[in-house]
């Protein structure tokens, strides 16, 4: 087909030999407002559910012209009947070199427009970004047991990307034709933004659609609220102001319903949260849940094809655990920026209540700027996390090892941020249920400088593929090397590093033994000498490995414990008769300190305290302070 120079020797394609050039004036004059298009409501019906796609999917090069038409059959157009089209709706992505549209309607795709309307970039209604809603002089009567083409023809300066589509698939939503070139339907570019304007006295009345919904969690606690994200659109003339959304496993025999109440224009897509307890669920199985809308302002729904979208397969838990965090910061003592970092981490933690101390857990590795007296070989192996080609810094943070998002390198890793920044972020991933939990237990040898620890936990849904367990042991109020001197940006005064490893059972951690879905771990491990005791702690977690993507190492739940909590041992058993009572008390090496329950005079520190009465023995520990 040859196209038709218009007055800017643009080719203009169009199927309607007989249109007069006085129309086309017409056009150029006055914006495009037809007589016929009263303050009746038009119906907008298409495929794309009111969204036009902003994102391009579909560039044509240089000065050209296209088309493009969704296909409405006489089973969509059915309810419509007696009514007549008054124009197209139709989205550009970008309105950036298109010089003219031109809306129209057609029974066959290489036919004869029924009714055009032509706008450009000259006329008072010009081509713009986003919606252009164009209306026909004169309606066409939709005819009983028919389909039709609704589309537009523009051409085009330039290259450009004007052609505006969103996700989705439907039978006859994207036809498309560009240059000299044959109609071919292109489902894998998605839905076109089309949508044909009706008008008559047939239109729906009460029609709710719903677009999409999501839980906020991927399973199901008994018992307990879960809250749903949820997108409906009003496709019906008359506003809503009332429906009822419903969750239900038909198969199962479950629903519940609420009834809500919001307004929702004609033609409005909105977006809603609700929450729900689901009644009659057994914990271990799986559901598959739907949600749904109906009875829009207690009507029947004229169109419940579109009331329902699927949640997917739900797995339903017992419970879920409370979640500790584990903070790991790259740290070392060539940088200069980092006694910095470390006053913010002091001062976030300041600002946390007792059970969120209780839940914050951090271990720093002595890389990331080069190396120190500090660094263990697995804080070598760390800056695999950073994923940036050999590209490392410090201070630098991991929280969970939880990929950061927003970046263009995949990693966990994140800087220093203001300290309500990152207590906002530590607190909001300590709000996150755990499926994990873990609780560390264990014998400390303080003369041998060993520790038997021992790591247990349950598993309620198996979120991490490769789980393994790491322990470390970690150190506060440790004297910076050159006697407290040797921290860069330390403004020369004493630095003290917190959180220093003192040993650790495996780089990436080691595999537990599982008995059904509950998992045990033990391991010894040895400190060094000249470590103060009482400043210690033991840190133990489970977490994801994958050895080929640094953000698909989770950390599923952690736990630390004081070490002065541990069991003593070394300490010899104490015979005695069985009608006497003694006691006893030793320090943390094992070391007889008194022989009776006499604390007066004792230095501060820890102490371990045996008593023996009848025949039997109980062990407690005191703190003098």
């Not at 643009?10 to 030999?17: D, E, G």
């Not at 157009?77 to 003219?100: C, I, M, P, Q």
């Not at 001062?347 to 007792?354: E, G, Q, R």
Request: with cysteine; charged share 20%.
């Amino acid at each position: 087909m040859c196209g038709i120079p218009d007055q800017s020797g643009i080719p203009r394609m169009h199927h309607n030999t007989h249109m007069k050039i006085g129309k086309i004036l017409l056009a150029l004059t006055f914006a495009v407002l037809p007589a016929t298009a009263s303050a009746q409501t038009l119906y907008k019906f298409g495929f794309c559910s009111g969204f036009a796609g902003t994102e391009s999917r579909l560039t044509i090069e240089g000065q050209a012209s296209a088309e493009a038409a969704i296909f409405l059959s006489a089973e969509d157009l059915e309810r419509f009947s007696g009514d007549a089209f008054a124009g197209v709706n139709a989205a550009l992505t970008s309105k950036l070199n298109v010089h003219d549209m031109t809306a129209w309607i057609r029974k066959d795709l290489n036919g004869e427009n029924l009714a055009e309307q032509y706008i450009d970039i000259r006329t008072t209604q010009k081509p713009r970004d986003g919606w252009n809603s164009i209306q026909f002089e004169t309606p066409v009567d939709i005819e009983p047991a028919t389909g039709y083409y609704v589309g537009y023809t523009f051409n085009q300066t330039k290259t450009a990307s004007a052609i505006s589509l969103v996700d989705g698939d439907h039978a006859g939503a994207a036809w498309i034709r560009t240059g000299e070139g044959s109609w071919s339907e292109r489902p894998d570019l998605g839905i076109l933004s089309i949508e044909a304007l009706i008008t008559g006295d047939n239109l729906p009345q009460n029609d709710l659609q719903f677009i999409s919904a999501s839980l906020s969690d991927d399973y199901y606690v008994i018992d307990t609220p879960v809250s749903m994200v949820y997108e409906i659109r009003n496709n019906g003339i008359e506003p809503v102001s009332v429906f009822t959304l419903t969750i239900a496993d038909e198969e199962a025999g479950i629903s519940v319903s609420h009834t809500v109440y919001q307004t929702v224009p004609y033609g409005v897509t909105r977006s809603y949260k609700e929450s729900f307890v689901i009644p009659g669920v057994e914990s271990g199985k799986r559901y598959r849940f739907s949600a749904s809308v109906s009875k829009p302002n207690g009507s029947d729904d004229e169109t419940p094809g579109d009331n329902s979208v699927s949640l997917g397969e739900i797995p339903v838990l017992a419970t879920v655990f409370p979640r500790t965090v584990l903070l790991e910061e790259f740290t070392t003592e060539r940088c200069s920026n980092c006694p910095a970092a470390a006053e913010t981490v002091h001062d976030m933690i300041a600002t946390f209540t007792d059970d969120q101390k209780k839940r914050f857990a951090m271990v720093c590795h002595h890389s990331g700027y080069g190396i120190d007296a500090f660094t263990q070989p697995c804080d070598k192996d760390y800056i695999w996390f950073y994923n940036d080609g050999g590209n490392m810094y410090a201070p630098a943070f991991m929280l969970n090892r939880v990929g950061e998002t927003g970046g263009t390198v995949s990693t966990p890793v994140f800087g220093n941020l203001p300290v309500s920044a990152f207590a906002y972020k530590v607190t909001q991933a300590q709000d996150v249920p755990a499926l994990y939990s873990i609780e560390v237990s264990g014998t400390h040898d303080a003369a041998a400088r060993r520790l038997h620890v021992k790591v247990e936990g349950e598993e309620m849904l198996a979120s991490l593929e490769n789980p393994r367990i790491t322990v470390y042991v970690v150190e506060d109020n440790v004297l910076a090397s050159d006697d407290g001197m040797g921290q860069s940006g330390s403004g020369g005064a004493k630095f003290y590093h917190n959180h220093v490893e003192r040993a650790y059972n495996s780089t990436w951690g080691e595999p537990a033994a599982w008995n059904g879905n509950k998992y045990a771990y033990e391991c010894d491990l040895e400190y060094p000498e000249g470590c103060k005791t009482e400043d210690m702690q033991v840190v133990a977690f489970i977490s994801n490995y994958d050895e080929t993507d640094p953000v698909n190492c989770e950390v599923g739940n952690a736990a630390w414990k004081a070490l002065a909590d541990f069991d003593p041992s070394g300490i010899e058993g104490i015979s005695t008769d069985s009608g006497r009572t003694s006691a006893s008390i030793y320090d943390l090496s094992g070391s007889l300190s008194r022989n009776c329950d006499d604390t007066t005079g004792l230095p501060a520190g820890v102490y371990i305290v045996k008593k023996i009465s009848g025949g039997k023995s109980t062990t407690s520990k005191i703190i003098i302070r």
